[in-house]
């Protein structure tokens, strides 16, 4: 029995969970917090974290495995010059999934995910 190795399936095929997954990550490298559900929030940490990795790294090579991921300059270009190098000190955890209740139409649980040490920013 597999038993979660690999992540949540998300009721999606594969490409249709990893195009979510790098939105999502875009989304929140953009905006510093975001709402979802519980689950994509759990699974959303794990690529986040990684990215957040790279972005501490530095080196071109390290920006362009990101690049694969996020398909936007500006995103990427935010992780690696104002994300990574707020999170200089920390080693791992840098996002934070707050429950938030259930969302009215479907009763689906619902979370807050954020960046841990960033300030949201408004748009």
Known sequence: MRHLKQGR?????AAHRKALLRNLATALLEHGRIITTEAKAKELRRVTDKLVTLGKRGDLHARRQALQVIRSNAV???LFDEVAPRCAARNGGYTRVLRLGYRPGDAAAMAVIELVDIQATES
Request: charged letters at 50%.
């Open 76 to 78: 990427v270009r935010k």
């Open 9 to 13: 399936k998300l009721g999606r095929t």
